[in-house]
């Protein structure tokens, strides 16, 4: 589509603005919907063509890089869509690299637009210029440092060409390397999924962008024309490989493995499927794949599938409900019930687990025959420490997990002369003992919270079980920890983030604040104190918010993960790695302009979340719990879980 006609009035021809409005119209062809601009001199013309271009919105102006990058890649979690981020010359996409890093590990779709000088400046001495590339490349799907802008026809096709290519790669549609890498290395930055891409722009002019330089007719009618050529596809077939050739080699171990440990006739296979974080399929065909085979699913929280409506919770599956059967790793892994459960088979989704106990169960398990999706080829996995790479299903879309029920519902039927109890692959018996143990331990999971008193995991899993709240943002270090142990099946739709790529605490408000932008909903993140310090910046940009935005700090003075970990019995532990602060969220919230409440008991607790839910606004929630209460308590939740 032409650019002329898609923006809000022409821009003056130049040779820079040639230049950057081809490039913004080759987003717009490439299913960019949204941009985030950290402005500058040498930025300024590409932030002035995306902020008057008709169907590119504006989401966030932020003054810094680093938080502007994470309201980037909120923006591309909460909408699947791709998204702009624009910065000027110098040290400035230094500062977005931690939310590129994590956008390379999750398959988030960005594009990063560094603006630069002139190539004959480059080594001269002259100030504000780096090495734009070479500070992303280890991280991008694709790069181009493009040439000059030059007043010829030749020179704007020439660009045009660099720039499709790129925004291919994005789109994953790019080359993929056909090899799976070895067991010692670091995925491709270069692999075939969608994922962060750079483009590096440099103008003509040496200070402001939009110094004007002339250009003629001829070079201008070709910068204009539109994109129709670029072949940018919105749904990108990440070439998924078939799954016949996987699926019969893991079924024929698995079929041994059952036979060695099943009683003979027994039919059913003991199949397990785990889901973490960025499952990279749809939710509906892994809960369409659990309800057919019959699988328990142990999910994690961030996984999103514990709020699903065809979620079947533990005590309805105990009732015999047929269904999606889910559980979580604490219920099921916190007590000795299940820790001679060999299963026959795992399929494994996501990116891993976050609870140790079930880190544990797998290294108890690790020879399990196991299918691992995955969105591009892998050569190992930790937890899997037996997995062939020929056995991991790669991009598989919802046909293909269909036929994969299928093939195993029929590997179990030509297995045993008789069916099981449902027609499902499940042996029922495995089925009934993990939703027994799992509704048993949820009763005293439970129970056991509701008896606490006021401290981190009292208030924590309060804040959890909240209603009202669309979509629910959780940080990493303890909170997504809280969240993994005290989410239940809940049914209600709400959608579920969180960081676990590199699993950083920098970046989670302004994460938080990119996904609000997107949805335009009611949110809550649940962030600990350590985590709010590390992106205090992005407050600035949280005063912009006018969807209703709760985010509960936990203020347990400092690094209160560390206390469950032997270094908290060293000495100088306190100061060198607990590093406790002393913050007044009052005066913050005061001076970036935000509602602020504290709250030390459940009941100012409930009436601070209900103000939230109904505040125009982002609202900061002080949780002001004991230091140490989070290691007590939990240690009390071990206690009566263990004991179930």
């Not at 309201?71 to 998204?83: D, F, I, Q, R």
């Not at 008193?453 to 209603?467: C, I, N, Q, S």
């Amino acid at each position: 589509m032409a650019s002329v006609p898609e923006t809000q009035h022409a821009p003056e021809p130049s040779l820079n603005a040639a230049w950057v409005d081809a490039i913004v119209a080759a987003l717009e062809a490439a299913g960019v919907r949204r941009a985030v601009l950290c402005p500058g001199g040498r930025a300024s013309a590409m932030c002035l063509a995306l902020d008057r271009h008709a169907r590119i919105a504006v989401e966030m102006v932020s003054s810094d890089e680093r938080s502007g990058a994470f309201v980037a890649l909120g923006l591309a979690k909460a909408s699947g869509e791709p998204v702009a981020l624009v910065t000027t010359s110098g040290s400035a996409i230094a500062n977005a690299l931690p939310a590129l890093i994590e956008a390379e590990a999750c398959d988030i779709a960005l594009v990063a637009i560094t603006c630069d000088r002139p190539r004959s400046l480059r080594g001269a001495s002259f100030g504000q210029m780096a090495d734009h590339c070479g500070a992303t490349r280890a991280f991008m799907r694709a790069q181009v440092d493009l040439d000059d802008p030059r007043d010829t026809p030749e020179a704007v096709h020439a660009m045009r060409a660099n720039v499709a290519q790129v925004l291919r790669a994005m789109l994953g549609q790019g080359d993929d390397a056909t090899d799976t890498p070895r067991a010692d290395a670091l995925p491709s930055p270069h692999r075939r999924t969608r994922g962060p891409v750079h483009l590096n722009v440099p103008l003509a002019g040496v200070y402001d962008a939009m110094e004007v330089s002339g250009v003629s007719a001829q070079t201008w009618a070709v910068a204009m024309q539109p994109w129709h050529d670029s072949g940018f596809a919105q749904d990108a077939d990440n070439g998924a490989h078939e799954i016949e050739s996987a699926v019969a080699r893991v079924l024929a171990r698995a079929r041994e493995r059952h036979a060695s440990q099943s009683p003979a006739g027994v039919a059913g296979m003991a199949g397990l499927i785990v889901v973490g974080a960025e499952p990279a399929v749809p939710l509906d065909a892994i809960l369409a794949l659990a309800s057919v085979t019959g699988f328990p699913v142990v999910a994690d929280a961030a996984s999103g599938l514990r709020a699903q409506p065809g979620a079947l919770s533990p005590e309805a599956a105990a009732r015999g409900e047929p269904g999606a059967l889910i559980v979580n790793a604490f219920d099921v892994f916190g007590t000795a019930r299940l820790a001679d459960a060999r299963p026959d088979l795992v399929i494994r989704f996501g990116l891993a687990p976050v609870l140790p106990a079930l880190h544990a169960w797998f290294e108890q398990h690790g020879d399990a025959p196991t299918l691992r999706v995955a969105p591009s080829s892998i050569a190992c996995d930790y937890l899997h420490p037996g997995l062939d790479p020929r056995d991991v299903l790669v991009a598989p879309n919802r046909a293909t997990l269909d036929a994969l029920a299928r093939a195993l519902s029929n590997a179990v039927s030509n297995a045993a002369q008789a069916t099981t109890r449902t027609g499902q692959a499940v042996a029922w018996r495995w089925r009934e003992r993990w939703a027994s143990v799992a509704a048993y331990s949820a009763r005293e999971r439970r129970a056991c919270v509701r008896s606490l008193a006021w401290g981190e995991v009292a208030a924590v899993h309060r804040v959890l079980d909240a209603p009202g709240f669309d979509f629910v943002h959780v940080g990493n270090s303890m909170a997504v920890r809280h969240a993994d142990i005290g989410c239940d099946v809940r049914n209600n739709n709400q959608v579920f983030y969180t960081n676990r790529g590199v699993s950083g605490i920098d970046g989670t408000i302004a994460t938080f604040l990119g996904e609000a932008l997107a949805r335009r909903d009611a949110g809550l993140l649940v962030i600990g104190d350590q985590a709010f310090v590390h992106d205090l910046g992005a407050l600035a940009l949280a005063q912009r918010i006018e969807s209703p935005g709760c985010i509960c700090i936990v203020d347990n003075g400092g690094g209160a993960i560390f206390d469950f970990l032997p270094v908290a019995r060293e000495p100088g532990f306190r100061r060198a790695i607990r590093n406790p602060y002393t913050l007044r969220f009052a005066a913050l919230a005061q001076g970036f302009g935000l509602a602020y409440r504290r709250v030390d008991d459940q009941d100012a607790l409930d009436a601070a979340l209900n103000a939230a839910r109904m505040h125009a606004g982002v609202t900061l929630v002080e949780l002001a719990v004991d230091a140490h209460s989070g290691a007590a308590q939990m240690q009390q939740l071990v206690r009566a879980v263990g004991g179930a």
